[in-house]
């Protein structure tokens, strides 16, 4: 498969690959023909996920290593090595996530968006500034941010959380900014690059299942159709996914 599908000769960044969702990024990315650069804060996690995207591709091109994306300097480093290595950067899928609640509103404790700031924010901002140049310069380029429903919809125990997601989808919005105007300074009718913001409720993978056998995950979305989403973003035109929030479940 490797080489000959709808992603042949794309070079696609993976930020926490380890997980899940990252997962079956990967392996969807790669089985499409990307070149796949995947970046998680545990090494034998990454190292697991990589060597099963590559075994499920049927040997494509899938390498790992372990990025601390808060850190800015670290997160550039890895950035401007890959378009030195490969020669362009056409994506960069943000799957960095956790999650922190409360049983009520008055319960909130700020150490959780102490947590949540850090993870769901800085990892994003630091993501998009290393890679948009790089992303722009791409005739394919996109940042792919996923994010959840309660940042539109807050509950009174998920404030932390919902807020972090919501602030990220801002920052993700003034990126898609970035390549709008771009592409028009450049001479194009509206932008070559795009960032796009794909919503789920949550997600739901088979280990949880597994777990839960009589729970009906409603509304929930498996992480193989979430990846099947992502790669989906690169087969639209630009001008139709920068900017957007494209729902996976229902609207609140």
Do not use: C
């Not at 060597?51 to 601390?68: K, L, M, N």
């Not at 362009?88 to 999650?99: E, I, K, M, N, S």
């Not at 913001?197 to 739901?204: F, P």
Request: proline residues 3%.
């Amino acid at each position: 498969m490797a080489g000959n599908g709808a992603l042949s000769g794309a070079v696609i960044a993976v930020a926490g690959a380890g997980g899940p969702a990252g997962r079956a990024a990967l392996v969807r990315l790669a089985e499409a023909g990307a070149t796949v650069v995947a970046a998680d804060n545990d090494p034998e996690r990454l190292a697991e996920a990589v060597d099963a995207a590559r075994y499920a591709s049927g040997g494509a091109t899938v390498t790992g290593e372990p990025v601390d994306l808060l850190d800015l300097d670290s997160t550039r480093d890895w950035a401007t090595h890959i378009e030195k290595d490969f020669g362009r950067v056409d994506g960069l899928v943000h799957l960095v996530g956790g999650w922190r609640g409360s049983e009520t509103f008055v319960k909130t404790s700020l150490d959780d968006w102490d947590f949540l700031e850090l993870l769901l924010i800085r990892t994003v901002q630091h993501t998009s500034l290393a890679f948009s140049e790089a992303l722009q310069r791409s005739d394919q380029g996109r940042y792919v941010l996923i994010s959840a429903a309660g940042a539109s919809n807050p509950t009174a125990g998920n404030a932390a959380y919902a807020a972090a997601k919501a602030a990220a989808e801002a920052w993700t919005l003034a990126l898609a900014d970035y390549f709008r105007k771009a592409g028009i300074s450049g001479g194009a009718d509206g932008p070559t690059s795009a960032a796009t913001i794909l919503v789920v409720k949550a997600l739901v993978h088979d280990a949880m299942r597994a777990e839960r056998p009589h729970a009906k995950f409603a509304g929930f979305t498996d992480v193989k159709d979430l990846a099947e989403e992502i790669a989906g973003v690169w087969t639209k035109p630009a001008a139709e996914v920068n900017g957007q929030r494209l729902w996976l479940t229902e609207k609140p």
